[in-house]
Structure formats: C-alpha cells, structure tokens
C-alpha cells in the first residue's frame, strides 16, 4: 500500500548526497550545469522558460505511486458508506429493539414472578428455593422498562409550545451557540450514558442475587438507579432542545438560520481533519459519525412531524420540506467523506480498514446471540457507538403525546395497532444483519486465505518445514456459535483477551502445532494471528504472559 505522506518524496529531492560528496561536485555534468546558470542572461533566461522541455517517463515508478494514492483516496467513500449502512442498520435495530421485543420480555418477566408467587404461595418453596426468580438478563430488561417510565413520567411537566417560543424569540446568533452547546452536550452524554446504565445492571444483578442483603446494598441499588435516571432526563432534554433548535431553523425567515447552522458540519472538518488518528481513534470516530446519522435522522422525523402538524397537513407544505431534510441528510453525509478521506490521506490508513471495523460489529453480533452471551446486542452497540435508544424513546414518546394524542388512551390504542409492523420490520433488520454478519466474516476469512496462499507461494523454497496454515478466527467463532447449546462458558469478559485456537479438519485431538492462535481483545476492532511456527510451550508462555494487552494494528 502506498503511503500518503510525501516525506520520502521530500527526502528523495532535498538530499544533497546525490549532488555533493565530501564537499565536491559527484558528476560532471552538475558543475557544467551550475557554469552555464551562474553566466545566465536575459535572453537565455527567456529561451530555456519557453523551450524547456522533460520526460515523464524517467519519474514512471513515482507517478504510478501518486495513481495508487488517488484511487485509494476515491475507494475511501464507497467503503465508508458500506460499513456505514451496516452499522446503521445494527444501531437501528437496537433501538427497535426498546419498542418491540422489550415489552414481550417484560410480559415473560411478569409470568415467572406469577408462576414463583404462586409456588412460593402453595408451600413448593423449597423446590424454587435453589434458583433465581429472575435471570441477570430479565433484570436488566426490567431496569430498562423502569427507566424509560421514570423519564417519560418526567417529561410531562415540559411544555414543547413554550420551549419553541422561548426558542424561537432569540436572534439567530443565540440560537445558532445554542445548538453547538446541544451539540456538544449531546456527544458528551452520548459516551457517559452507557457507563452508568452498566453500573445500575452490575449494582442490580450483584446485589439482588444476594441471599442476604443489607441496608447499604439496597441504598447502592437506589442511588444508581437515581443517577441513571437523572442521565437520562438530562439527555432527553438535550435532545428536544436539538429537535426545538432544529424546528425554528426551519421555519424561519427565508431559511438563513438552517444554512447557518448546516455550515458547522463543515466546521467539524477543521477539529478533525488535520489531528493525528490511528486506526483506533478512527474506528471511535467513524461508530460516532453512525449514532449521529441516526440521531440526526430521529430529530429530522421530529421536526417534520411537528411542522406538518402545525400546518394540518398540508400536501404542499411537505413538498417544500422534503427537498430541505434531503440537503441536511446530504450535507452531512458529504462532510463525512470529505472528513475521512482526508484523515485517510494524512494519516496513511488504507481503506480495508473499515472491512476491518465490520468484521468487529460483526463478531460482537454473532457472539451476543449465544446462549450464554455476557452482553445483549443493544448494549453491545451503546458501548462501540455511543448510541442509548432510551432517551430517543423518551423524546418520541413526549412528541407524539403533545402533539398527535389528544389522552393518553388515544395513543395507547395506536401504539397497539403499529406494534405488529415494528415487530416486522425488527424481524427484517435482525435476519438481515445475522446474514450479513456471517456474509462478512466469510468474505474476510476468504480474502485471508487468498493472502496468505499468495504469500506462500512468492515466498522462497526454504530447506526447512514451514508451518501449515490454520482458518482465519472467524471459523471458530461460528463453530463456538454453532456449539452455544451445549453450555459452553462465555468468551467475553471486560477487558479481557480470547484465545480461540482453531483445529484443521483432520485434527480431532489435542491442539496441532500448525494451528493459529488469536487473541482477540473486547474493546479492540482489529485482530491480530499469530502463526504458530513455535512451539506450544511458546504458544501458551505469549498468551499466558499477556492475557490483557491490546494488539498492534498492521
């Protein structure tokens, strides 16, 4: 892969090694050429600017290296869209997730305490006295349910007409600072919210499995229930004040406060464009742009719902409104590809590096659908993207309130009749993205194999046995997959490093010296394989001495 940094240009112009050598002219014809320019006149001057002529042909291997470079530098949009599609379908689907399946696990939630109290009721406790009422996972959905109630609960109190006047009564300065706050504010929520929902489900499924458990345990439970609650009533008021932002931007005169605040999208190219990235850093930067896609596209519905609304409807209204959320959606996806090709450029990152990046999400989508998972999916995403549908409910749930339901009545028997499509439309995103996962990791384990057949094969014949080639990780992780019934322990802890190694068809027995050996951090996109050309008393001292440390990336 051609770098894209012109230093070895550079170095290869400016050294004087090439001219000079100790002190005195290397070549001839250098100290002719120096002569000829020293005694330099008007008239020569003018005849070599005019007929100065080059080739080239002798610079054939340096052009060739800048073609490779720009055509990288145009394939960096096309991949970006694809693992930008499939980790907007995975965050979709997560939020989905909150509105469909949730409810009906908390309906099986309700049934096993009725069937618990029922038993206990009947004098059978001492046949359940040994399980669980709940399973950590049927906690955690509980915790969900209670917050999402707690914060819609609390958003009643906020008047959306009032905070719209209040908004709409500022210049266009004001409220221009005030949707860069938002905008800040809502990044920085963004990043702390899973944080603390993952302390509320680790203080609950902790301290409820507990045989006996003490006053301060259960003030734990309560003051992280607290904080929880409190983030998301936080967040949810950033997010309508964004949607507020957005609403007056629209409606105002001859539309020069959205053209405004559509200019600090491209402002985001001067913070990002010239900061030095490494494959990490990128990886965190591209899984933001993707919650602020769906974010963006939320507050765009928001928007829209409330103006036609306003409006009543109007057929012609909404034909002027499309064209204007298309140049908002459009806008941000051009400033997304201007933003990563050139970090691309300045900080030499290929553009397979966002196949790498799908390969991740991918992995971390099949492993949270085994049986003894240690994460559901949606938490899976919060943590790589930032993204907790629970204050986008929040909003949702506030506007369509005020603004479409008359009672509360109104809109329960509507969320009855649009429940059978979004559970649909939740089915058709989880096939597609379990089939795409898989499509994905197997075009990586086939480009994996093809690289390491090609290299095989260019390299020199060497007197000594080289070590055969094991399938890439990912066949072990669908085999792992396919084995999930069986009980298996969990391959994920936080912070933790998985040691998946691979056996070839033939090899049913202990573990073969050609097998590879992959360690496969949590936290981290990349994987890393180590050929197992040692020994296996090599093989376990490396991934014994290291079990927590983060791989290099290529």
């Not at 399980?131 to 509980?142: E, F, T, Y």
């Not at 009643?156 to 009032?162: M, R």
């Not at 899976?380 to 629970?390: L, Q, S, Y």
Request: aromatic content about 8%; overall charge negative.
């Amino acid at each position: 892969m051609a770098a894209f940094s012109t230093t070895k240009d550079l170095k290869a112009t400016y050294n004087t090694d090439n001219i000079l050598r100790n002190g005195t002219p290397k070549d001839i014809h250098v100290e002719l050429m120096l002569t000829k320019l020293s005694q330099m006149s008007l008239s020569r001057y003018f005849k070599m600017e005019l007929l100065n002529t080059y080739d080239l042909e002798t610079e054939h291997a340096k052009f060739e290296e800048k073609i490779e470079k720009v055509n990288h530098l145009l394939r960096i949009p096309l991949q970006l869209e694809k693992f930008l599609t499939f980790a907007f379908i995975l965050a979709l689907d997560s939020f989905l997730f909150m509105v469909t399946l949730l409810p009906v696990r908390i309906v099986i939630v309700v049934r096993s305490l009725w069937r618990w109290a029922v038993s206990r009721g009947s004098g059978a406790a001492g046949a359940v006295g040994d399980s669980r009422v709940l399973q950590p996972a049927q906690i955690c959905d509980v915790i969900r349910l209670l917050l999402t109630v707690v914060c819609c609960c609390s958003l009643q109190w906020i008047d959306l007409a009032f905070l719209y006047h209040q908004v709409r009564g500022q210049n266009v300065l004001k409220v221009y600072i005030m949707y860069n706050m938002l905008d800040v504010a809502d990044r920085l929520f963004s990043t702390l919210g899973q944080d603390v929902l993952d302390t509320v489900f680790w203080a609950a499924t902790s301290q409820l499995s507990r045989t006996h458990r003490t006053h301060r345990d259960k003030l734990q439970i309560l003051s992280q229930f607290a904080l929880a609650s409190a983030y998301i009533f936080a967040h949810s008021i950033v997010i309508l004040l964004e949607a507020t932002t957005l609403s007056v931007a629209f409606n105002s005169h001859n539309k020069s406060l959205l053209i405004v605040m559509m200019s600090n999208n491209f402002a985001e190219l001067k913070g990002t464009v010239f900061k030095k990235f490494d494959k990490s850093n990128l990886y965190q930067l591209t899984c933001s742009d993707v919650r602020e896609r769906l974010h963006l596209l939320i507050l765009l519905c928001v928007v829209s719902i409330r103006n036609l609304r306003e409006m009543n409807w109007d057929a012609e209204y909404l034909a002027e409104l499309v064209p204007e959320l298309i140049l908002v959606m459009l806008s941000e996806i051009l400033v997304d590809w201007v933003k990563h090709c050139f970090i691309a450029k300045f900080n030499e990152i290929p553009a397979d590096v966002y196949s790498e990046y799908a390969v991740s999400l991918a992995l971390d989508m099949l492993m949270s659908k085994r049986k003894n998972a240690v994460s559901e999916h949606c938490d899976m995403v919060a943590r790589k993207m930032g993204h907790n549908p629970i204050p986008l409910i929040c909003v949702l749930h506030k506007t369509f309130q005020q603004i479409l339901f008359a009672d509360s009545w109104t809109m329960l028997q509507s969320a009855l009749l649009w429940f059978p499509v979004a559970l649909g439309i939740k089915a058709l995103t989880s096939i597609y993205i379990l089939r795409a996962s898989c499509a994905i990791i197997s075009d990586h384990r086939s480009g994996s194999e093809a690289t390491q057949s090609n290299a095989s094969a260019s390299a020199p014949p060497s007197p000594q046995k080289a070590p055969q080639s094991a399938p890439h990780f990912t066949s072990a992780s669908l085999e792992m997959l396919n084995n999930s019934e069986q009980g298996s322990a969990p391959l994920f802890t936080q912070n933790s490093t998985v040691d998946l190694i691979e056996l070839h068809p033939h090899d049913k027995g202990d573990t073969p010296p050609s097998a590879q050996v992959t360690r496969l951090p949590q936290t981290c996109y990349e994987v890393e394989t180590i050929e197992a050309s040692q020994s296996d008393d090599e093989l376990v001292r490396q991934t014994t001495n290291s079990p927590d440390s983060h791989m290099k990336a290529e």
